[in-house]
């Protein structure tokens, strides 16, 4: 089993920063995707961006010049940095664990990120 533990949320100023960290334990094959996806009220939650264990990323396009994606590999963390805020960008964000060889899916609770003034 693979627990995912979300830090770093809350009230972001508008055009301020954001940096979300995820932690991951248990059973975690190294071959592995980790990744962001958030989900606003009334709406279905969507890819922010991935990252593999080789260091390869993807981006949802309307966030790839704000987004960037990080990851420990020693640590099993990854790490979700955005810029220049907007109040859209009000969610939870939610941390994804896939592992390739298995196949298997794991998200972690969920942190609240609200973008306001």
């Known amino acids: 089993q693979v627990q995912l533990v979300e830090s770093g949320g809350g009230l972001v100023q508008p055009g301020g920063s954001l940096r979300l960290s995820c932690a991951g334990s248990g059973s975690i094959f190294s071959s592995n995707v980790m990744g962001w996806y958030r989900q606003a009220p009334g709406k279905q939650r969507e890819r922010v961006a991935t990252?593999?264990?080789?260091?390869?990323?993807t981006y949802a396009d309307s966030l790839k010049d704000r987004a960037t994606i990080s990851r420990d590999n020693a640590k099993n963390t990854v790490y979700l940095q955005m810029n220049s805020v907007k109040p859209e960008d009000t969610a939870v964000y939610y941390c994804?664990?896939?592992?390739?060889?298995?196949?298997?899916?794991?998200w972690g609770q969920g942190t609240q990120v609200t973008v306001s003034s």
């Open positions: 994804n664990l896939v592992d390739l060889l298995h196949g298997y899916s794991y």
């Open positions: 990252i593999t264990t080789g260091g390869s990323t």
